[in-house]
């Protein structure tokens, strides 16, 4: 590492989805790294109190409308100038706009514009004539900015954190057997028998993440096999109350469990038998990662980035979106051979601890190559 910098992420989002999860991962990461991190978001954004409980430094704007943006490029401007950051990192359209304007008026270094999603990008603005360069998720979602226009050389590609997971309570020298113990007691606090295969979800609940595929998908291997549940862990509406009408009208109610909101979900993820989503589009998708992380094996949807977030064959078996055969078929085999279940799990186990780049440190020297390489491109050593 070059010598530390000061860091400013800004985010306009209120809620803490992935999005904001990576982002304070990240800033967790580069913190320990020696690098002096800051966050601006809006007043009451989950993320800003996450932050500030972990105690970074978190400075409020409020955002939308033309009066709030032009004011805030004036206040951004001020900030800049006066903590002398090196780095203006900006997330969402909105902080983009506000935040990426008052860094260049304060004439910071670097300012950067993250790229979280896979959905098509519509005004060049807050890629090409505010920010200085471009970082994202993963490679299909640089193809996409490419192919819109955007400079090759100016974006780099960091993929999420993947956390080792934490057993609560559980000890002992040989983390694989630490997991075996955590499986068996989450089971236990599930209810679930020893002959239970369950199939679970972790996604909040929005219609493109597919939960409504998965359902249709397992019903069939659910009335075949009265041992069988499929475990869902998220929250939203109205796709809560879809699931929930449509696993009584299929008659599954005792097979389908909707959770809910867990902050333990990782901890949960350790009693699944498979890890399944059927999403619709996906930037890149940390849970993939985490299933990984505690021996899961995986069934997933063809799209995006989760290819790079997975090793297809191995830890994971892809069908293409829109395909309720393959879906069934690939749970199918999963859900009725045990052994299968068993290598691709711990093929997954041992991936996440042989693979630098999906870790903290590996995460944190991706991103610093490309702040220290884009300084140094525009004149700043």
Known sequence: ????????????????????????????????????????????????????????????????????????????????????????????RRDALIAAA???????????????????????????????????VSRFVKQQLVARGIQEGHIGVVPPIAMPPQWHGVRGPDPWQCLQDTRARVRAELGLEAGDVVVGCVAVLRRPKGHMDLLRAIAPLCHAHPWLHLAVIGEGEPVMTELRTASQRLGLQRQVNLLGHRSDAQRLMAGLDVFALATHKEAAGTVFLEAA????????????????????????????????????????????????????????WDWMRSDDRFSPVGHCRATEACYYQWLEELGHV
């Open 1 to 92: 590492m070059q010598r530390p910098l000061r860091i400013l992420h800004t985010e306009a989002a209120m809620g803490l989805g992935g999005q904001e999860i990576y982002i304070f991962r990240h800033m967790v990461a580069m913190r320990a790294r020696g690098h002096d991190v800051s966050l601006l978001c809006q007043p009451g954004a989950r993320l800003g109190a996450l932050a500030q409980a972990n105690g970074f430094i978190v400075h409020r704007l409020r955002m939308g409308g033309w009066v709030r943006l032009l004011r805030g490029i004036d206040r951004v401007a001020a900030l800049v100038r006066s903590h002398r950051f090196d780095v203006v990192n900006t997330t969402s």
């Open 102 to 136: 008052g860094a260049r008026l304060a004439r910071a270094p670097l300012v950067v514009r993250s790229r979280h999603l896979m959905s098509p990008v519509n005004s060049l603005l807050t890629y090409t004539g505010l920010p200085h360069r471009v970082l994202t």
């Open 293 to 348: 992380f505690v021996g899961v094996p995986i069934v997933a949807t063809r799209v995006g980035g989760v290819p790079e977030m997975v090793r297809e064959g191995d830890n994971a078996l892809l069908v293409e979106p829109g395909d309720p055969t393959a879906l069934t078929t690939a749970l199918q085999r999963l859900v009725e051979q045990p052994e299968l279940r068993r290598q691709m799990g711990r093929a997954g």
